[in-house]
């Protein structure tokens, strides 16, 4: 075959098999839009084509929030911003210079939210799908994919036989883990409501945050494993044997003691069938919001196994008059683990986060018990971009 | 923590967490729509909430086929159906009961291509986007998790020496693999132009097919690597260190010959790293498109290596002039392929296929040259939903 035969099948490959999928109409009069444009002083241009519509609006994490009213109060929510159209029906928008981070969005046209044809990443966050970018630079550079050694993420199933059914969970390996002969550490990190074992993996960027830490030495090698939290579910929405099914934020018996109970099938699969160090110094545990929660009841439940607890934007809600069986013996429990002892105790929220009235009580609750721990307040409320920052902050104080 | 304290803090939750994402604005107004909704029967119900738009179609696979003129010819292109709004400005079309299938849409809002944001399960190919869903039953019963023992698949990084950098392929090791002391055969599926290494994975539902494939006794328990075919990517748009950029379907040195000619990278790397059987008898190789050209060609290079082809709507044009460096040597190869013996060429392709010109003529010099094949031709064109099909054809027949 000489050169222009080959060229001319590659222009048939091109033009043709994208006509046969859906609404590739436009696909020969179509202009290539670029969208989102990360400019070289970082700010960002979007760009929608929409000729008939009357307005289109972007809103994300990036544009100041604004007040909006619930009713459970006043709360702080991603702003908007309206795109311009030209005389092409392309609608467009030019962002401020922005700081570095991974930030999301979505467009609003003529009132109804979509996402940007011109982004194909996009991200799910419980049922609730948008588009991502990254500013690099800084922190945000711990989220990119880096030309560094690379770490290994598998989906694996495991028996629970406390919960009778397998069940599947997400498992980081360190560079070199397949080749050495060294036992490492373990990392458990744990999901918040509505979230299942792909969430920190794809919102948190788990993997790209591990090896850029490992890579700059500031992180110890170590396995992180991401289970599901969901003791009705064997796997995320979409991966399990439900099928496809929208994504609740309020799954039952997630908050009923269930998990914790059963927790160290978990634990004891992962020592079974890694390469790992079996002891309490070997072992952190850390959750976010209802993950910091389960980390909180786990870790006393079981006040022998982890040396390392995290606690990022916890749903904690202690009370002196708790009737709720998750928590039984809690200060009997949380007495133990103190008195047992432990290298870490890290509570971590943002000042603006509506669970943080419920860790100045926690926090109270364990100063009356002089129960160390260590506290990070940062700005922000009850967002991934915290949870990233905490993950990231966590992580070098490990092992 | 009394019960009612805890089910108002999971109301708090519920209600809070997700106004913080971007555009829920009508959080406490909306009302919960359910698209695709699948009836008893087989028929389908799409619904799209838009008070004011003008026209809401759907377009997708389970719809009939219509012509559609190209540069290149006429060619079937997934047809359109009209939705119908009703008093609330949801809009809704019920399709005929549907065979059973794994099948791809989009709507299609004033014109513009939009997802269903009601359903947050998208599947990308090349830079598009759709919603994707599952009739159950028969064939389709393979795309599905069903309740039996599950395959690992993990994305790891392998250095290929070859290309001068670390790359990104995707593996799936069998139910068992890990606790097992046996040594495993190994299938190599290669994906096509504008592919990489997420794309027999997400879109070819390979995890599922293999998983039901052998709970079934129907294939041999095997591992299936699925690399990244294009040479200048470590890996998938998103997953390397490129960051995101679109998804391009021309991706340069794809078709040269750079690929057949590092392949071996691949193979030593599996072949160090995982418990599998290191002869031709335990190798099978088989990719689509693009994939089948590069099946072809790394066959021929690598003679005394596989045992089993399969070329799946493969983009192969031999010609007898052929120039180009990939061709080189053709004939000479081919025939050292025949004379070595293998146990299985099998071509597949479908009937409306663009490439199934350059089938015939590549089937009409193997006849000549009395080199065996074992032929496949289904209905349809270059679609995923032969290449599901081709694999779960192909994978019984191996080992």
């Known amino acids: 075959m000489d050169p222009t035969t080959t060229l001319r099948a590659l222009l048939i490959c091109l033009l043709i098999l994208p006509a046969a999928l859906p609404a590739q109409e436009a696909l020969f009069s179509r202009q290539e839009i670029v969208s989102p444009e990360i400019h070289e002083d970082k700010s960002v241009t979007f760009r929608f084509q929409a000729p008939h519509a009357d307005s289109v609006q972007i809103t994300g994490d990036f544009l100041p929030t604004v007040k909006m009213q619930t009713p459970y109060g006043e709360m702080d929510v991603p702003g908007k911003a309206s795109l311009v159209r030209d005389e092409n029906g392309v609608w467009s928008f030019q962002s401020e210079a922005l700081a570095p981070e991974l930030y999301t969005y979505a467009f609003i046209v003529d009132g109804l939210r979509a996402t940007d044809p011109n982004n194909p990443f996009l991200i799910r966050d419980v049922a609730s799908v948008t588009n991502l970018f990254i500013i690099p630079g800084e922190r945000a550079d711990l989220y990119r994919v880096q030309d560094i050694p690379h770490g290994t993420v598998a989906r694996r199933w495991y028996d629970s036989p406390g919960l009778g059914m397998d069940r599947r969970l997400t498992i980081y390996t360190p560079p070199g883990y397949e080749a050495s002969r060294e036992k490492y550490p373990v990392l458990y990190l744990l999901h918040g409501a509505g979230g299942d074992e792909e969430a920190w993996i794809e919102l948190g960027r788990t993997a790209q945050i591990m090896d850029n830490l490992i890579a700059q030495g500031k992180a110890k090698p170590m396995i992180v494993v991401m ?13 399990g044997s439900r099928g496809f099914y929208k994504p609740a934020f309020m799954i039952p018996r997630t908050m009923d003691g269930t998990y914790e109970a059963h927790f160290m099938d ?134």
């Open 227 to 239: 289970p599901n939290g969901n003791v009705i579910q064997d796997a995320a929405p979409g991966q």
């Open 266 to 399: 978990i634990v004891n699969f992962v020592e079974a069938n890694y390469r790992v160090k079996k002891n309490q110094k070997a072992r952190a545990i850390a959750g976010l919001s209802m993950g910091g929660f389960h980390t909180m009841h786990i870790s006393r439940y079981h006040p022998n196994t982890f040396d390392y607890m995290g606690l990022f934007s916890a749903a904690i809600m202690p009370r002196e008059d708790a009737t709720a069986a998750v928590y039984d013996r809690i200060d009997e429990t949380l007495k133990a683990q103190m008195d047992n002892g432990y290298a870490l105790y890290w509570i971590a929220i943002g000042k603006s986060d509506f669970l943080y009235p419920a860790n100045v009580a926690f926090r109270k609750k364990l100063d009356e018990m002089g129960m160390p721990y260590t506290y990070r307040e940062s700005e922000g409320g009850h967002i991934w971009r915290n949870w990233r920052i905490y993950l990231s902050e966590f992580v070098p104080m490990l092992f």
